[in-house]
């Protein structure tokens, strides 16, 4: 109940300066819009739309690392936390507490990003649903990793960690263009990482074809225990240490 409580005060901060997560919906949506416009106008079909309708999803939810660690980096900046330390809950409280009001937001952008989607031209079918739920774990993961960024950096150095993060899950991730055009390290480099597995995985949920789905998404959850076990580990070391 103390995480809850923790978690409902978590969510009116994130209601309170909603630029934020309407940029990590609206950039996204632009992009969409623009491609989807310049390929009407471009004879060959560079971007399909079911390949770059996931694809955006997934690039959506690569901003809940900047919402998860700003939040996070914001409180310790303020020392709410050490006042806060005082309290009974422990690290994994505290990182749960974080987790709970981001979550149903990536929900919410991955399925602006299917509606809008639909709208130029996306087929309407239940595998969206699969997409979507696929895309929960994948939301997971990017909160994660900003909850350890919080956890380890300022305030100040977070956006650049997470601008750095955004450019990497998108260009590693296959989402402006085939992996296979980068060459056989970096292909192999990109799929040591979870950004192309998120990507593939939400574009083999969305076609219907879970059974290539499913082994993308276990290295999406691998990652996701990683980040959160470290994030974890990052926040009760604050704490042992005083030090928000």
Known sequence: MRMMAFAARNYKELVRDPLTPLFGVG????????????????????????????????????????????????????SFLMRLFASPLAASDYIAGYTVPILPL????????????????????????????????????FTGIGLLMGSLFSE???????????NVAALLGGTWFPLDMLGGT??????????????????????????????HLWWVLGYTVVAFAAAVWAFRARMRSGEA
């Not at 632009?30 to 309708?53: C, D, G, Y």
């Open 156 to 166: 100040k150095q977070v956006a650049p960690f997470s601008s750095i993060l955004v």
């Open 27 to 78: 950039f996204p949506l632009v992009l969409l819009l623009l491609i989807s416009t310049l390929q009407k106008h471009v004879p060959n079909e560079v971007f399909p739309l079911e390949q770059f309708a996931p694809a955006m999803a997934v690039f959506s939810l690569s901003f809940l690392s900047l919402f998860a660690g700003m939040l996070i980096a914001r409180d310790r900046s303020s």
């Open 186 to 215: 970096l292909k192999s480099i990109s799929y040591a990482l979870p950004f192309a597995h998120a990507v593939d995985a939400t574009r083999g949920a969305l076609a219907g074809d879970l059974a290539s789905a499913v082994p």
């Open 106 to 141: 990536g929900v919410a952008q991955s399925a602006v990003c299917f509606i809008v989607a639909f709208f130029l031209g996306l087929p309407v079918s239940g595998s969206v649903l699969a997409a979507l739920a696929v895309l929960v774990p994948v939301g997971a993961l």
